[in-house]
C-alpha cells in the first residue's frame, strides 16, 4: 500500500471550489480565472482559507493595484476572493473592501473604409473569412472559435452563437458575401467541425486569430492598436451610425445590459453630423 502521501482530493478546498463552480455551470475561463487569484491570494498570505482575514484580502488587492494592473482585472480578482470567501466561506468582511473604479475608455473603431483596406491587402483566405465574419456579425473571438458548421442555417443566412457570454445563445445575420466559402466549408465538413481549425485539425486558438488581426491592421498600415474586439466596436458603431436601434444591437451584441451598447452613442459621429469645427467656418 502506499503511504507516501495522505494526499486526498475530496479534501482540497481548492478542489471542493473547483467542483463547486462545476456544479453551478461557471464557464472553463471563470474557473480558471477564479482559481488562479484565489489561490494567489492564498499563497500570499500564506494562511489557510479560514484563517484568512479581511486585512489580509485588501492588502493583496492593494498588492496588485500597486503592480499597475487594470480595473478590469483588480475587479476580477476582487470577484474571485468575495464568490470564495463570501458565497462558500460564508464569511463577511467584504463589507469593508471597495471594488477599483473603472477608467472610462472609448472603444477604438474602424471605418469602413479601414475595414476594406484590410481585407484588400489579406491573401490568405482562411484569415480573410476571419476578419470578415468579425467585423460583419460583431461575434466576441471567443465565440468565433466555437463556431461549428451546424451552427449555420444557409436557407436563412444566419448564425446560432451556441452558448457565448453568459451562457446564452443568440442569433446574427451573415453577410451574403460569404455565403459561397462558408457553404462550401458545408460541404466537405460534418457538423460537429470546427469552422476554423489549425493544422492538426483542432480549434483553432483565440492567440492565433489575435495575431491575424494584428497583422493585417499592420499591412494596412493602421497607426491604430487593433484587436478582434476593435472590429466588433467597429460593427455595433457602423450600425448605429447608419440608424438601427440601439437595442437590436444590443441583442445582435449578446449585451445584457442596455448600458454596456450605449457606449458607441459616445464614438459614432451620427450625433455629430451637420457641427462644423471653428476652422471650417468662413
Request: include cysteine; charge should be positive.
Given at each position: 500500500m502506499n503511504t507516501t502521501s495522505n494526499y486526498r482530493p475530496s479534501r482540497d478546498p481548492l478542489y471542493l471550489l473547483e467542483q463547486e463552480m462545476k456544479i453551478r455551470n461557471f464557464s472553463q475561463k471563470t474557473i480558471k480565472s477564479y482559481l488562479h487569484y484565489i489561490t494567489k491570494c492564498l499563497n500570499w498570505s500564506n494562511k489557510s482559507p479560514r484563517g484568512i482575514s479581511g486585512e489580509d484580502i485588501r492588502l493583496y488587492l492593494e498588492k496588485l493595484a500597486e503592480n499597475n494592473v487594470s480595473a478590469s482585472t483588480?475587479?476580477?480578482a476582487y470577484s474571485a476572493l468575495r464568490f470564495y470567501f463570501v458565497s462558500i466561506l460564508h464569511r463577511n468582511f467584504f463589507v469593508y473592501i471597495p471594488r477599483a473604479k473603472k477608467s472610462n475608455y472609448l472603444?477604438?473603431?474602424?471605418?469602413?473604409?479601414?475595414?476594406?483596406?484590410?481585407?484588400?491587402?489579406?491573401?490568405?483566405?482562411?484569415?480573410?473569412?476571419?476578419?470578415?465574419?468579425?467585423?460583419?456579425?460583431?461575434?466576441?473571438?471567443?465565440?468565433?472559435?466555437?463556431?461549428?458548421?451546424?451552427?449555420?442555417?444557409?436557407?436563412?443566412?444566419?448564425?446560432?452563437?451556441?452558448?457565448?457570454?453568459?451562457?446564452?445563445?443568440?442569433?446574427?445575420?451573415?453577410?451574403a458575401k460569404l455565403k459561397e466559402v462558408l457553404t462550401g466549408q458545408a460541404r466537405i465538413k460534418k457538423a460537429d467541425d470546427f469552422l476554423f481549425t489549425n493544422g492538426r485539425s483542432g480549434r483553432l486558438t483565440e492567440t492565433t486569430i489575435q495575431k491575424v488581426v494584428a497583422q493585417a491592421g499592420s499591412k494596412a498600415g493602421l497607426h491604430k492598436h487593433i484587436h478582434p474586439h476593435t472590429l466588433r466596436h467597429s460593427f455595433a458603431t457602423y450600425l448605429l451610425e447608419n440608424g438601427t436601434d440601439i437595442r437590436y444591437i444590443q441583442e445582435l451584441l449578446g449585451h445584457a445590459k442596455l448600458q454596456t451598447t450605449q457606449i458607441y452613442t459616445h464614438v459614432a459621429n451620427k450625433n455629430l453630423q451637420g457641427i462644423k469645427s471653428p476652422l471650417d467656418f468662413n
Open positions: 483588480l475587479n476580477t472603444p477604438v473603431v474602424l471605418s469602413k473604409q479601414e475595414i476594406i483596406r484590410m481585407l484588400e491587402r489579406i491573401e490568405n483566405k482562411k484569415h480573410h473569412c476571419i476578419i470578415s465574419l468579425l467585423y460583419d456579425t460583431g461575434l466576441r473571438v471567443s465565440e468565433l472559435t466555437h463556431i461549428k458548421m451546424r451552427d449555420f442555417d444557409f436557407d436563412r443566412m444566419l448564425l446560432r452563437v451556441f452558448q457565448g457570454k453568459g451562457k446564452k445563445d443568440r442569433m446574427v445575420i451573415l453577410p
